[in-house]
Nanobody
């Protein structure tokens, strides 16, 4: 049973920083890409940042310059450094991993979510 275990959420004041972590547990999945999504109350889940196995990084415009995604050398963990947080960043943050099973198919894995609350 593969699980993505997230940690690092919490409540902070505007302008503060948080670092989210997500570790793959259960077995090695050799993830090709890992990412973070978030979902604010009464809103759709949205993309935040992603990192490929080769290290290419992608960010939503709303977090560019403030958030940094990275992954462990083992490729089985991903981190999100969040700086200059503002109340609009308040959401449940979800970790995601994609692992190819064939050249054209892959398994999707999601974490359980970690709450980030930014007070003004």
């Amino acid at each position: 049973q593969v699980e993505l275990v997230e940690s690092g959420g919490g409540t902070v004041q505007a302008g503060a920083s948080l670092r989210l972590s997500c570790v793959v547990s259960g077995r090695t999945i050799n993830s090709s890409a890992m990412a973070w999504f978030r979902q604010a109350p009464e809103k759709e889940r949205e993309f935040v940042a992603a990192i490929s196995r080769s290290g290419s990084r992608y960010y939503a415009d709303s977090v560019k310059g403030r958030f940094t995604i990275s992954r462990a050398d083992t490729k089985e963990a991903v981190y999100l450094q969040m700086n200059s947080l503002n109340p609009e960043d308040t959401a449940v943050y979800y970790c995601y991993a994609a692992a190819y099973t064939t050249p054209r198919t892959w398994d999707n894995y999601w974490g359980q979510g970690t709450q980030v609350t930014v007070a003004s």
